[in-house]
């Protein structure tokens, strides 16, 4: 399986922006479907931004706008740069990958088998 490894979190004021970073090692597969998600205190995971094999990206509507996923192909990191941050955006962010064409599934959790470790961002009021 892929290996992820996020980075890029910390702590930002609420209107900041952050740029976080995921890399990937081990590819297997010609290609990958990734995403990011994200898990607040005391709520369940949830998908912000995905881009399928064909870099096609998708975006929750809380990411609409604001966030932008972007994948470097020659370096195999997936990025994603978050601008005008809310408090309600504190959470920990995680990578997954899939060699799996997912199109209409890029935000759906299990679709996903390899996960990262997690990167935490407190937005601060």
């Known amino acids: 399986q892929v290996q992820l490894v996020e980075s890029g979190g910390g702590s930002v004021q609420a209107g900041g922006s952050l740029r976080l970073s995921c890399a990937a090692s081990?590819?297997?597969?010609?290609?990958?479907?990734m995403g990011w998600f994200r898990q607040a205190p005391g709520k369940e995971r949830e998908g912000v931004a995905g881009?399928?094999?064909?870099?096609?990206?998708t975006y929750a509507d809380s990411a609409k706008g604001r966030f932008t996923i972007s994948q470097a192909s020659a370096t195999h990191t997936l990025h994603l740069q978050m601008n005008s941050l809310k408090p309600e955006a504190t959470a920990m962010y995680y990578c997954?990958?899939?060699?799996?064409?997912?199109?209409?599934?890029?935000?759906?959790?299990?679709?996903?088998?390899?996960w990262g470790q997690g990167t935490q961002i407190p937005v601060s009021s």
């Open positions: 997954p990958a899939t060699p799996a064409f997912l199109s209409g599934g890029l935000l759906s959790e299990p679709r996903y088998i390899s």
């Open positions: 081990g590819y297997t597969y010609s290609g990958y479907s």
């Open positions: 881009i399928d094999r064909d870099g096609r990206a």
